[in-house]
């Protein structure tokens, strides 16, 4: 496989995960555009040929495989990952404000204070 990109990683839980970008010579991803390895600790994906946009969700995509690998759903659906990378960019696009607490804050006016610790839920109406 030809790797050709320099080294970024990427945390999912308590994991450092090394993305691999990847052009088609090689590409060893029985028909999808990126896959994970638990073991490795490593993202691969697919870039040649492909826009940005569709990268931009397969990382998700596999990213969403990390998460419920690490939460115990090794068994997880690929429909339920699908869903889960394309409704996480459409979320994204419409909201960008959704992309960071930074952003988040910003867009509805919250401050830290009164927030419980690393987050800006009131408590009130969540669930
Ligand atoms: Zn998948």
């Not at 429909?79 to 889960?84: D, G, K, T």
């Not at 404000?97 to 610790?117: I, N, V, Y």
Request: proline share 2%; hydrophobic share 35%.
């Amino acid at each position: 496989m030809a790797e050709i990109q320099k080294q970024i990683t990427t945390r999912i839980g308590p994991h450092d995960y090394e993305v691999v970008l990847e052009n088609a010579t090689g590409w060893d991803g029985r028909g999808s555009d990126g896959r994970i390895n638990h073991r490795t600790l490593k993202v691969h994906l697919l870039v040649e040929c492909l826009e940005a946009a569709c990268v931009f969700e397969t990382a998700w995509h596999e990213h969403f495989h990390g998460v419920l690998e690490l939460a115990g759903f090794g068994d997880h659906s690929e429909q339920m990952v699908q869903a889960l990378g394309a409704g996480i960019v459409q979320v994204l696009r419409d909201n960008p404000w959704m992309g960071s607490l930074e952003a988040f804050k910003e867009h509805l006016g919250l401050e830290d204070e009164g927030h419980p610790r690393g987050g800006a839920r009131t408590g009130a109406d969540d669930e």
